[in-house]
């Protein structure tokens, strides 16, 4: 260490390992490098599956199992992701309040 660092000082070689680009992040599933794991219990249910895929742009290995249980789960936590949700703004102090008195918010519900 350079003494132009004082005693509890963040080294800033250290601050800029830390809060870099990150090369190390898991790979997406779904892709081709890392691609679904599916088990249908019929020929079928292999080739409905697989028009899902091929429209979502997904890559996926669809194995056909009759005496194995139907595991799509991968399949179906990515095709319905939570959706991020959104409030309503809370009025300012001299709106109106919304639960409809005709008050101002500041003097009814805030």
């Known amino acids: 260490m350079h003494d132009l660092y004082y005693k ?11 809060t870099g ?7 997406k599933l779904g ?3 890392h691609p679904l794991t599916l088990v249908v219990t019929s020929e079928e249910k292999k080739l409905e599956l697989a028009a899902v895929v091929e429209d979502n742009e997904l890559f ?3 194995t056909v199992d009759s005496s194995a249980d ?6 179906t936590g990515i095709l319905n ?3 991020t949700t959104t409030f309503e703004k ?14 101002k918010y500041k003097k009814c519900c805030g």
């Open 21 to 27: 680009y990150n090369t190390k992040r898991a790979v």
């Open 31 to 33: 892709t081709e490098k």
């Open 60 to 62: 996926a290995d669809i």
């Open 8 to 18: 509890g000082r963040i080294h800033t070689r250290v601050n800029h390992v830390k």
């Open 90 to 103: 809370t009025p300012n102090r001299n709106d109106p309040c919304f639960c409809g008195s005709g008050k």
């Open 70 to 75: 139907e595991d799509i789960l991968e399949l």
């Open 81 to 83: 992701k939570p959706k």
